[in-house]
């Protein structure tokens, strides 16, 4: 049934735009009310398909889950905020207690913060104190964040960045991208373009390699287009680190909890971190944001960081129950994240080689993305068809996100019936094949 746009969208909308500052707003107009599972109704009750989960957040479920509620709302009634980072609180502690044992051997502090770019300024600010080294390294087509910290690492788009510098010392290199690299069939060779640019480049013609504190990545690129390196990138990365001594810092925010397969998203490649950083699906729909960083890097003095809200009760009340029936349920939980992961990319690549619209597949666990292209030989982006085919599935009910300059992100909610994963899909397949040539 189609999306009908009624007076109360318009209306919400027309105040939205007199009051508020214009952000990251996607084109097509739709007013959150109700979210249960995967499914989401707006305030005119139009019923969506969500392949979102709101940017990576309700892993568990567009309304989190029962356990998660409850928490929060069981918190609520005790205290809601005890200033963590000037007083002591039990259940920030506890939580961190358990969060710290879902990564390897040796992790053990923790800084809290509200939200993933606050997490990776508390990274930025550890790499240096750790290293007493002031440069840092990511990658093109990184996004990090957008306050001004993160932001100097964030290249992805030009408007991200257009009259906020001065940043902080950061040099980018290519991040591994088979399907645009000159050497799409080699995979080494595909990272060894990348590694080469760091060395003869950066550290041959920018920055001296012990000046350098920290090279800060994405496992899978997210805004950049849910772009998935070779299995053995970071192995080279983790070579060219150890050789120079910098620290590696994963930025796990959009990628990890899960949504690409394994609780950390790097531990798909077989490299450890040094500093990780983690938002979005930890806080099980409430704001928090986690840095996590192994016990050799030491620990910061006394005031030299802080914040108000850090830790906040119900946030972390949240995320422990969330962590709670994760660990319950991590094998039943995997299972579905692979099954559901592989039966999308199965649609999707029988879309490939059904449509010239379709130019690569690509994605792991359920962070699935396809990359719309003018024409396979070309493989010049199709932006606009790919914007009309965001707005036609909006239309018929299915909510979706772009990434990169032509691609769709495709993030539903693990629990995702495999009725409305399968009804999904035929939307996004009708829109497609409507805007085929």
Known sequence: MAVKIGSKIKGVIKRD??????????????VAEEGHGDRVTDIEGNRFIDFTSFVSVYTLGDDANAQIRNAAKKQMDKMMHA?????YSELPVRFAEKLVKMFPPGFGRVFFSNSGTEAVEDAIKLAKIFTKRS?????????????????????????????????????????????????????????????????????????????????????????????????????QLKELADKHNFLLVDDEIQAGYLRAGKFLA?????????????????????????????????????????????????????????????????????????????????????????????????????MIAAELVKSKRSKEYAVKERDKILMECFNNGLLLLPTGKSAIRIIPPIPISDSDMDKGLDILEEAIKNNSK
Not at 18 to 29: D, Q
Not at 83 to 87: E, G, V
Not at 351 to 360: F, N, S
């Open 135 to 235: 440069h840092l390294i990511a990658f093109y087509g990184a996004f990090h964040g957008r306050s001004l910290g993160s932001l100097a690492l964030t290249e992805s788009k030009t408007v991200h960045k257009a009259h906020f510098g001065p940043f902080v010392n950061v040099s980018h290199a290519p991040f591994p991208y088979p399907y645009r690299s000159h050497h799409p069939d080699d995979p080494d060779e595909c990272s060894k373009e990348s590694i080469d640019f760091i060395e003869n480049n950066i550290l041959g013609k920018e920055v001296p390699p012990e000046e350098v504190a920290a090279i800060f990545f994405e496992p899978i690129q997210g805004e950049g287009g849910y772009i998935v390196p070779p299995i053995g990138f970071f192995k």
């Open 266 to 366: 790097l531990d798909n490649f077989g490299v450890r971190a040094d500093i990780y950083t983690m938002a979005k699906a930890i806080g099980g729909g409430l704001p928090l944001g986690a840095t996590v960083a192994h016990t050799s890097l030491g620990d910061t003095p006394a005031g030299s960081h802080a914040g108000t809200f850090g830790g906040n009760l119900v946030s972390v009340a949240a995320a422990n129950a969330s962590l709670d029936y994760v660990k319950r349920n991590m094998r039943s939980l995997q299972s579905k994240v692979k099954t559901k992961g592989e039966k999308i990319m199965k649609r999707l690549r029988e879309m490939e080689d059904r449509y010239e619209l379709v130019g690569d597949v690509r994605g792991m666990g359920l």
């Open 17 to 30: 735009g007199k009051v508020i500052f214009t952000t990251t707003r996607e084109i097509f107009p739709f």
């Open 83 to 87: 200033a963590f980072l000037d007083f």
